[in-house]
């Protein structure tokens, strides 16, 4: 006797259980922006703050429960984080950092509640991000589908969110601002390829028992941050630091909370462009990296951290021969800066 079924959400295409799993997850762990409109307030701002570094502890749990930090969804659920970061510190008022947000915070719950299929399975073009690069997202498909996906799950995860990054940045400002984001995921693919080939299918061996007495590796690793991003025109002060400066400086001490086990100091080096006179520059650049210092204290950094300032030595861009002054400052902008350099010992 031939029976019919009804039909079930188990006979359902799998797109369609990946939305539905997506949507109660993102409903069970909300993860909820100000609106556009209301960043402009610290109040709000700091809000948001707390709001990743709540999603960060969520994606540290994890980890500590045993959730190894190469795991192909908890990668995407902390690049998904990092690319909500990075766009929400540079005052993007699109939907892209709330829908990136909750791609993150949707993977956290499934690791967290077991639940299956994990959302982390589909990469979605949040903010209707254009598909760019048909062919890299063939290539991460296939190093997906291959005998050492283990071993190159982390790397395949992130490039493929940097491909989402780099489509939002092309329909917002075109290719000069998306290529930056094509170029990581093509490193993130070179770099996907090499593990995979090296892992050859093998089990992935476990790492020795490190020798008691063995002294941790120290690293250092250097950031910028954009004057201009930071500071009021012209102004140096603790009070000038802009909302989105200090929203800047909060996301960088999260993700660096998030690599470090231990920070042993912090070197901030303050510059200027070239206009004006040196001695306007070389204080100017003095007071903000100062500033700067003052302000990771405030949030109760405990280590070393020491500030200097170069006024316009080191210049990145020169434009010479560019006018009028307003096109020449513009220009300049990647010489006004603050560089941090962080010394420490990784996770």
Not at 122 to 148: M, S
Request: net charge positive.
């Amino acid at each position: 006797m031939r029976m019919t079924m009804k039909p079930t959400i188990i006979s359902r295409p799998r797109s369609v259980l990946f939305a539905v799993m997506a949507l109660a997850v993102q409903g069970a762990f909300a993860q909820t922006l100000a609106a556009p409109a209301q960043r402009i307030s610290d109040q709000a701002i700091v809000a948001d703050q707390a709001g990743y570094r709540a999603l960060q502890q969520r994606v540290k749990a994890l980890n500590d429960k045993g959730v190894p930090v190469n795991n192909y969804y908890l990668s995407k659920a902390q690049c998904w984080l990092d690319v909500s970061l990075h766009e929400y510190t540079r005052n993007d008022r699109s939907a892209f950092p709330q829908q990136a947000l909750e791609q993150g915070a949707a993977i956290v719950g499934a690791l967290e509640s077991g639940a299956t299929p994990n959302p982390g399975e589909q990469t979605p073009l949040v903010n209707d991000a254009a598909k760019l690069r048909e062919d890299l997202w063939a290539r991460f498909g296939a190093v997906k589908g291959g005998a050492g996906f283990a071993c190159a799950a982390q790397k395949v995860a992130c490039g493929e969110v940097e491909l989402v990054h780099a489509g939002n940045e092309f329909n917002q400002q075109g290719w000069r601002h998306a290529n930056p984001y094509i170029q990581i995921a093509e490193d993130q693919l070179q770099a996907a390829q090499a593990s995979a080939a090296a892992c050859g299918g093998a089990p992935v061996k476990v790492a020795a028992t490190p020798v008691p007495g063995t002294a941790p590796v120290v690293s250092v690793e250097k950031l910028t941050l954009a004057a201009d991003a930071l500071f009021r025109f012209d102004r140096s002060g603790l009070a000038d630091l802009l909302p989105a400066g200090r929203a800047r400086i909060d996301s960088m001490l999260i993700k660096l909370d998030g690599v470090y086990a231990q920070i042993s100091g912090i070197k901030l080096t303050g510059y200027t462009d070239r206009l004006g006179t040196e001695a306007y520059n070389q204080p100017l650049s003095e007071k903000r990296a100062a500033t700067v210092r003052e302000y990771i204290l405030s949030k109760g950094f405990a280590g070393e951290i020491a500030s200097a300032g170069k006024g316009e030595a080191d210049q990145v861009e020169a434009c010479t021969g560019v006018a009028p002054r307003a096109a020449l400052i513009g220009c300049l902008q990647p010489n006004r800066r603050v560089e941090v350099e962080v010394t420490g010992i990784k996770r």
